[in-house]
Each structure stands twice: as C-alpha cells, then as structure tokens.
C-alpha cells in the first residue's frame, strides 16, 4: 500500500494556493492510497537530474512533484508549483541520504554547478579561506559530503555562505553555518540535534531515509489525516518541529529540565509539544504555567490547536502562576480581601514617617519583596544575616534593624487586619502545598521562565513531587521584563546538565533581529543559573528589509508619520490585523489609537477585550509580549520616554538597582521589537532614546 509523505515546503506552497486549488489537492491525494503507483499518473520529468522525481497533475496549470523510490512504497510531496515552475524545480534538484544522519536531503544541483567555478576563481586570489581550519574528517563527520565539501573548501566568506542556503542541502549547509559562527564540531553537532542513524545508512534506501527525516516529512495516512494536515497549513509548528525542538520536548530528564534562546527560536513552541507529551507519556496531570493572564491564553490557544484527544487535554490545566496560587489559597481560607497597590504605598510612607527611617517607601516596599520575601526571612536574626544580592545600597547594622522594624509592622499590619498581598497569598498557597504529599499535579511546564519572582518559583516547586520530568522550563533571560535576577538553583529548580538552547529563529529576520540585539548594548544577561547567556550561533530562517527609523520634531508629526507607514503597509498587501504598534506608555497607546481612528484607520486598544476582526492592535511593550506582527511599529522612543524616569531607580539612591532598571527597559524595547516578523518601523520625535544612539547613528 503506498504511503504519502508531506514535506514541509509541500505544506509552505500549499498554504499560499487559493481554496478552489487547495480543494482540488486535497482532492488528488485523499485518494492516493487507494491508488497504485501507476493508477495515480505520476509522470517522469525529462532531462531530470534524478529520475526519482515525478509530477502529478493537479489541474490543467497546477502540478506536484514527487519523490517516487524505485523500490518501496512511501511517495513524498515536495512541491505544488504553475506547470512550468514544477518542471524547472524538478530538473536541477537532486534528493540523496545523508551519510551521517541518514536523513532526506534535496539540493539544487543546477545552482551549485553554476557557481563553483565563480568562486573557485574568487577564491584563487585569497590567502583565507571560510573553512581552512576545519578537517575533511570532520565535515565528514557532520554528514558535509563531497560536493558541499568541494563548494565550502572555496568559499571566503560568510555572505558567500549565506548565498547558497537556497540550493545546498539543509542539514549540510548548517553544519557549514555552524563552523562558520564559530561552534566546533561537537557543539555543531549538538546544535543541529540529528542523532546518528542507529541501524547502517544505506543511501539508496529512500523509504528508511523518509521516515528518519520527521522534521521535513511527516507521513499521514488516510483522508481524514491528510485532511487534519491541510486543515492548517500555516502553523508548521503543530507538524515539523526542529531536530533539538523535538528531541527537547520528548527527552527524558532525570529532574528539572530547561530551553533558552532567543526570540522566536520556539521555546512557547516546544513548551507546549513538552506538554503533550507529558500529558500523553504517563498520565499524569499537567500544569502549563507563566506570569499573566495574556501569556497563559496564548499557551491555552496553542494547546488547543495541538491537541486533539480529549482525555489528554483534560490532564492538562493552563493558569497563570498568581490564579494558581490564589486557588489553592481559596480551597483553604476563601476569597483573600487584598491591599490594593496604592494602599500599600500608603501603609509603607505612614509607617517610614512614624519610624522617621532615612528610606523612601519603595526601597522599603522592595527590600521587603526582594530580600525578606524572595529568601524567605521570618525574624530579624535571620534578616540581619540575609543575602541582599542584587540591592545595591549597603546597610548596615543599625539600618538593618531600623527597615526590619518597618517590616516587622507592615506584616504585622497586614495580618491585624486580615489583608494579603498577592506575594502573601502565595507565600502561603506554597506552605499549604508544601505541607500536602499528594500533590496536585505530576509536571509542571512553566513558558517565560525569566520573569517569575523567587516566591512564585517556591509556589511551582511546591505544587510537584521532586521526581523525573517534574519540571520544565522555558525562557530567554533577553526578554526580562518584570523581576529581577534569580537563581533557579535557589530555589530548588536544578536544571544543571539538563539545559538546551535553540538557535534558530523562525519569526523574525535576521536583520530585524540583527539590530534589536544593538539595543541589549552588550549588556551582559545572565541565564538564570549563575552563568552568561550566550547569543553565540542564532541565525534565522529568513532575510528582509533593514529596519525603518524615523525621526520627528513633534509628537504630532511623529503621529501622523505612523498613519503614513500603515497607509503604505495596508497599500502593500498587510491586512490590518497583521500590524501591531507599540509604546512605552498606556498614554501613548491611546493616543495612537485616537489618531488612527481619526485618520480612517481601524485600530483597537490590546488592553480591551473583543478586538474588532480587522484593526491594528496597539499596545504597551509589556503588553507585547508572546505575541507577534507581519510589520511592527514601536513608537515614542524619545529619550523621555524610553526609559521613563519613573521606571528607573535613580543611581544616588541604589545604584545597582539603577542598572538592573537599566537592563529591563533595554529588554522591554528588545521584546517589542522582535514582535516583527517581516517589517519593523520605529519612531520618535525630539531626542531619541539612548537604546537606540548606536543604532541611530551607524
Ligand atoms: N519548528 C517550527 N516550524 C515552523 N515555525 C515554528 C517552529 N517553531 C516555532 N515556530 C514559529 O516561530 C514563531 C516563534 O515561536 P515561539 O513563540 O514558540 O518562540 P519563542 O522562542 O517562545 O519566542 P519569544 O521568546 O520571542 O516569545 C511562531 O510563529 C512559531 O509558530
């Protein structure tokens, strides 16, 4: 009985078709088991480099291309392409299995042939070379053969490189790119996550290669699973996920395990895949958890297109971290009546000015949140001995016992009256749980690690049993927006020698990305665990246009400048709903709001509920993240605004809180614009921010 492998350019194509033609695929395949290879009409391609390839007629001006084995049974669907195109593809491409991973692989053999000699030539009047410090054995190793070896050993340079991404085999030309970045071998290997075929590779058998290859092909069987995959061509994600994704979200871990990476490089993605499959391996009940209610929608919407079975689904419980801390609270003590904010300003100056302390009320409000609340402090022997890492004012010992009376009161305050905050709710949620052998979940997968506080991670560790695979993390310590520096360690998460990073960005392009890195200013970010996070290696999956800066003298300029480069987005194609604009302040969102509305141009406010169907959506860079935009506008990055005075610490009163304030509000920039999948703009009018004088001016 043959067998349909769908390959993801397959899909990519697919999705760009219109529906009469989508139909009328779906149409030729659903019935192609039942066929025989002959009954289905595949036809050879003449002049073909590989004579494995066929087409398919898809109607009078549409074709497929196939892979047909000559022996065995599994037909892959490369290509739907206008008749000619298909023809072209097919004559200069070439499929083989790759020695080392024992993987699919298609090349454009045309394209190689044409430009070795260019380069050869180059090459002959250089003294260096991309690859001279690299051995044959270990290309070899890596599963480069010998035609990509002869085209990477007369290569100069990495633009060169870049250039024949389009037609050397995928798996070779990252292993190339890898070297290239720096990585040695053993690291590229890791990096590309293709582990060696366990049985011998044969190179003539297609069938075994195909079914290695699930990050290409994935093989459907039946109508109804064809159909599932035609369904929704645009999220790849939910089919092909990446060697080191799939490896990472089905890997057995002895304790904790984490992903990192940058920006769009799919930790959301393999989170919810990790789920899954937790909730499939043994079920167990799964908790998927982050900082907002936002963020947790989104894991819910991911969820829900991914899985199917019911029963899964029902193990599988999405809450943010302070709905799951309040409800285990409730099942105890009922509904906590909680001080709003300004009333805790309120309580901490009242009782700053009785002590008459020489501290304003929020570096008394943060000790209390970062020392005694984060390392758990219950007394003042404890306090005058606690770890103060990351509050950069010393103190000492009389200052210590001054802020530990004010704490001492405004606890003490909290409890005479019966008030929580939503640390105390979770301070106990996690004693309650703490002290409960039969704990409420078996996992918990926790998306956008680097912004919970300590506490909350003492909730999660308290909500699972310590056992294999308890806990899954995934973060990027880039994008830290909220709280400051953890140690996962600290609180008990041990992810050491269990950690992966991904490196390839599926959002944004790699110009896009390129100078949102400027913006970090080589700060240097930690990764959660006592070490750097490195950014050696990312690379993205596709190329654009640079970003658009522009500059303006008046806010109300800088406003209509906005409307101008939507009007020009939506005259190029971009629907409404694929633009989204940000800025620092809710101020400045309604104000963009109000004058695109008054140009004509639907938008709505993010932090509305019922978004109309066709609007831009406009909304803080807080509000940004976990989502992402065709064409992204930032606005507003004046040097007022970007950072605002209010959100940064002044340096004569904490100095290393000045910095770390620093740091975030670069992030918090660095999110908003990696939104971007294809075109970012970003604006200002007067000065523009000091994140951005690098860029600005290069
Ligand atoms: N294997 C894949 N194939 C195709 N698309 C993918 C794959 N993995 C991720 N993507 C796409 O890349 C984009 C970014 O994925 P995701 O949101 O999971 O990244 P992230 O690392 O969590 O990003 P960020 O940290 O910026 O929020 C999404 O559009 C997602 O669908």
Request: proline share 4%; hydrophobic share 40%.
């Amino acid at each position: 009985m043959p067998r349909l492998g769908i390959d993801r350019d397959f899909l990519r194509d697919y999705a760009r078709l219109d529906r009469k033609l989508q139909d009328r695929v779906h149409e030729v395949f659903a019935k192609f088991e039942a066929a025989t290879h002959a009954g289905i009409h595949l036809e050879k391609i003449a002049n073909a480099k590989d004579d494995r390839f066929r087409s398919i007629r898809i109607d009078q001006f549409w074709r497929g291309v196939v892979l047909a084995p000559e022996s065995g049974d599994t037909f892959t669907l490369l290509k739907v392409l206008p008749h000619d195109d298909a023809y072209t593809w097919a004559q200069r491409r070439q499929a083989s299995v790759n020695a080392a991973t024992g993987r699919i692989e298609i090349r454009d053999v045309a394209a190689i042939d044409a430009t070795l000699p260019e380069l050869s030539r180059h090459a002959s009047g250089k003294t260096s070379r991309l690859f001279a410090r690299v051995s044959d054995k270990d290309l070899r190793r890596l599963g480069v053969d010998d035609q990509t070896q002869q085209f990477a050993r007369v290569l100069t340079d990495e633009l060169q490189l870049e250039a024949a991404r389009a037609f050397l085999p995928q798996h070779q030309w990252e292993a190339l790119y890898g070297l290239a970045a720096g990585m040695s071998p053993d690291e590229v290997w890791s990096a590309l996550g293709a582990p060696p075929a366990d049985e011998p590779i044969d190179p003539d058998d297609v069938d075994a290669a195909v079914e290695r290859t699930t990050e290409r092909v994935l093989l459907v069987q039946g109508s109804d699973e064809l159909l599932d995959v035609f369904r929704r061509p645009l999220d790849l994600w939910r089919i092909y996920l990446h060697p080191v994704q799939y490896q990472v979200a089905h890997a057995e871990y002895r304790g904790p395990a984490r992903v990192t990476g940058g920006p769009g490089t799919g930790k959301t993605v393999v989170a919810i895949h990790r789920a899954r499959h937790l909730a499939e391996r043994d079920g167990g009940k799964v908790l998927v958890t982050t900082f907002t209610s936002n963020l947790a929608a989104t894991l819910q919407a991911g969820l829900d297109l991914l899985v199917d079975d019911q029963h899964v689904r029902d193990r599988i419980t999405v809450q943010h971290v302070d709905q799951f801390a309040h409800q285990v609270f409730r099942q105890r003590h009922g509904h906590p009546r909680l001080l709003l904010p300004a009333d805790e300003v309120g309580r901490w100056r009242e009782i700053r000015q009785r002590l008459d302390l020489p501290f304003t009320e929020t570096f008394l409000a943060e000790e209390w949140r970062q020392v005694v609340l984060a390392h758990r402090v219950h007394d003042a022997q404890a306090y005058l001995t606690a770890k103060r890492s990351g509050r950069g004012r010393p103190l000492n010992a009389r200052q210590r016992a001054q802020l530990w009376q004010a704490v001492w009161e405004f606890q003490q305050d909290l409890r005479d009256r019966r008030m929580w905050t939503h640390e105390t709710v979770r301070a106990e949620a996690t004693d309650l749980l703490a002290g409960q052998a039969d704990k409420p979940f078996r996992h918990v997968v926790v998306d956008e690690a680097q912004d919970l506080s300590p506490d909350q991670w003492r909730l999660l560790r308290a909500a699972v049993p310590e056992a294999p695979n308890d806990m899954f993390v995934a973060g990027d310590t880039h994008q830290r927006i909220y709280h400051h520096r953890i140690s996962l360690r600290d609180v008990g998460v041990r992810v050491s020698g269990r950690s992966t990073r991904l490196t390839v960005n599926y959002r944004t392009t790699a110009e896009i990305l390129a100078w949102s890195f400027q913006i970090l200013h080589g700060e240097r970010i930690d990764n959660l665990d006592g070490d750097l996070e490195s950014v050696e290696g990312y690379r993205c999956e596709t190329h654009g246009s640079h970003p658009l800066l522009q500059s303006f003298q008046t806010r109300a300029d800088e406003l209509k400048g906005l409307s101008d480069q939507i009007q020009s987005w939506v005259s190029a194609g971009v629907q409404l709903n694929e633009i989204g604009i940000a800025a620092r302040s809710n101020g400045l969102v309604e104000a963009v709001v109000g004058e695109l509305s008054r140009s004509g141009i639907p938008a709505h406010s993010l932090s509305r509920s019922n978004p109309p169907a066709e609007a831009v959506a406009a909304g803080t860079m807080h509000r940004m993240k976990g989502l992402e935009f065709r064409c992204v506008a930032v606005v507003g990055v004046t040097a007022q605004q970007v950072p605002p005075a209010n959100a940064v610490t002044p340096a004569d009163e904490d100095q290393s809180t000045h910095l770390q304030d620093l740091q975030r509000e670069r992030c918090l920039l660095f999110v908003a614009c990696t939104r971007a999948r294809e075109q970012l703009y970003v604006s200002w009018h007067g000065v523009p921010s000091e994140f951005i004088k690098p860029a600005t001016d290069g």
